[in-house]
């Protein structure tokens, strides 16, 4: 049988207040000295051997248990979990939150991986469960919406990657499940596509105009970027004049586009360049999602946030 260091020490302290009883006071000083050292050398060795248990975190999600590990649930940084396990779970050792345990269950897929199964979502909780993401504080959630997506796109790589599969000479395209303010969508293949904000009724629309504010980009052979600003507001009869960007090089194989939506403007930078040409005007209030469509089959664009 073996003992743990932390053992061995309380054992050889009890005995020796036990032995101690027989020793004469002369003799008792010295001895106390040495079993002192010893009881400290004990607690050296516990400290320096024995790791800490793994702290594992019990979550009670409306009657169904997910048991994780501490620094899963604080992969965020100041998020819900942070103040959550402030404090100290109740009597059963858990942490009960009353959620919709089929909602909370791809977000511990994401916290776990980095990946959310929005495919697990069915289309009618879908507005549930974006709400209980916005609860927990979690990032802003970067893909596209299947739920708000054309026929012709196919979803990839956690919904962040949007293809074009087949179809037409036709601009198709999906917009986000979120409305975020700023937003970055990477080409490495497409050639030609358009990327900004629209509305969410607008995902389904094909063709060279689409209600919204988009930058159309199309690189040539040569490696010139031609890009064009495209407005069709929504209670506008029809598209306004486009505002044409003067050609500039591409200076990569990827085209890297950002987006920002600040009050009533959207601005873009391609290449770590800011275009002067930009929207202005926006109403503030309108409900924008980021968007993009593309215009030729096998062709990609991934969204980040």
Known sequence: MTFSASTASD????????????????????????????????????????????????????????????????????????????????????????????LFAPIMTYLRSGHLPLDHIPGDAQADFYKLFDFLQLPPLAAWDAAHCHDDILLSAGDTVMGKQRGSNAFVGA?????????????????SFEVGYCPREASREEGTTVHGYVLSIEIHSAGEIHAVL??????????????????????????????????????????????????????STLALYPAARLWNVQQRLQITA
């Open 175 to 191: 917009v986000a499940v979120t409305p975020l303010r700023r937003f970055c969508v990477s080409a490495k293949t497409a050639s």
């Open 11 to 102: 054992a050889f302290e009890a005995r020796w207040a036990e032995l101690r009883t027989l020793l004469s006071p002369e003799v008792q000083g010295p001895f106390d000295a040495f079993v002192t050292d010893v009881v400290s050398a004990l607690r050296d060795t516990q400290r320096s051997t024995v790791a800490p248990p793994t702290e594992i975190v019990t979550l009670n999600v409306g009657g169904t248990r997910f048991a994780t590990l501490r620094e899963t649930l604080l992969r965020f940084e100041d998020g819900y979990f942070h103040a959550l396990l402030q404090w100290p779970p109740n009597d059963n050792g858990e942490y009960f939150l009353d959620f919709d345990p089929a």
């Open 230 to 283: 495209k407005a069709y507001p929504a209670k506008s009869p029809k598209p306004l004049p486009p505002v044409v960007v003067p050609p500039f090089k591409a200076t990569s194989s990827a085209t890297t586009v950002i987006v920002t939506r600040d009050d009533d403007s959207i601005s873009f930078e391609v290449n770590g360049v800011l275009l002067d040409q930009h929207f202005t005007d926006v109403p």
